[in-house]
């Protein structure tokens, strides 16, 4: 079944820490208008953040590089975040995806990936090494009553 795109956006920006907060308030600003529920667009705003974080901490380490962010919305009420950096890319996703393990040191929790699949619906990431990381996730939000339909 095909989903009618209704909306969609293009993001870049250097990863600086300080773009985090801005990612995760543009992306959720542009959720808005399927009129989420705050618990909703509180997950969706954390999933993000842990998605920059990883871009800004892991995939471009000690220098600075481009995040691109694609955002679509669907007819269904689904939102499609596509986080994608030119860093240096993952060697084994699957360890990577693994609760605890972090290449980030003893700073770092590891559970960004967990953190990002409890949050949202469906989480795939992909990668090459030395070309780059990219994280899509999808979040379905639930379809809210208006006022008359709830009697």
Do not use: W
Not at 85 to 107: H, R, S
Request: charged share 25%; glycine share 8%; with cysteine.
């Amino acid at each position: 079944m095909n989903k009618k795109v209704i909306n969609e956006m293009e993001l870049s920006f250097p990863s600086c820490s300080s773009n985090e907060a801005f990612a995760r308030a543009a992306v959720a600003s542009f959720a808005a208008q399927l009129d989420p529920t705050l618990e909703e667009i509180c997950d969706l705003k954390t999933a993000v953040s842990e998605a920059v974080t990883n871009c800004i901490i892991h995939g471009y380490k000690d220098t600075i590089g481009m995040v691109y962010i694609v955002v679509k919305l669907f007819e269904n009420r689904e939102i499609l975040v596509k986080i994608r950096d030119k860093g240096c890319g993952i060697e084994n996703v699957q360890k990577a995806m693994e609760p605890l393990f972090t290449t980030g040191g003893e700073e770092r929790a590891g559970l960004g990936f967990a953190v990002m699949q409890s949050f949202t619906d469906r989480l795939t990431v992909t990668s090459k090494v030395g070309k780059g990381t990219t994280v899509t996730m999808r979040k379905y939000f639930s379809r809210r009553l208006t006022v008359n339909e709830q009697g």
